[in-house]
């Protein structure tokens, strides 16, 4: 009289479960490309520009603090100038844009 669930599921093969994570797979694809790939990107050009500060180049941290960086220190460490005579320190990572940066003297 009832028929079981378990016969209707047996009847579909060993190929039908296999294509069930195709769609998963092809989610996790689109997820790297557009979403880890670019955050990558981005964390590759950061690092980038915070090894090439220097002294003189006019910063905006991520706190919002605008200044020039009057000191690189090599505990990743940068010392900036936000007022006349008034000077912080900041931790490097923090620094989000590079305002103005300095022409490099040759010689």
Not at 31 to 37: A, D, E, Q, S, T
Not at 47 to 57: C, E, F, P, T, V
Not at 69 to 77: A, F, G, L
Request: glycine share 10%; proline share 3%; charged share 20%.
């Amino acid at each position: 009289m009832f028929v079981s669930p378990a016969y209707a599921q047996a009847a579909g093969g060993g190929a039908a479960g296999l294509t069930s994570f195709v769609p998963i797979i092809l989610i996790f694809a689109i997820m790297y490309f557009l979403m880890i790939r670019p955050q990558q990107k981005k964390m590759k050009e950061h690092k980038a520009m915070i090894s090439a500060l220097r002294r003189g180049d006019q910063i905006v941290t991520q706190g919002g603090i605008i200044g020039k960086v009057t000191k690189v220190k090599e505990d990743n460490e940068i010392e900036v100038e936000i007022a006349q005579g008034i000077k912080v320190r900041v931790v490097q990572s923090t620094v989000a844009t590079v305002l103005n940066k300095t022409e490099v003297s040759e010689g």
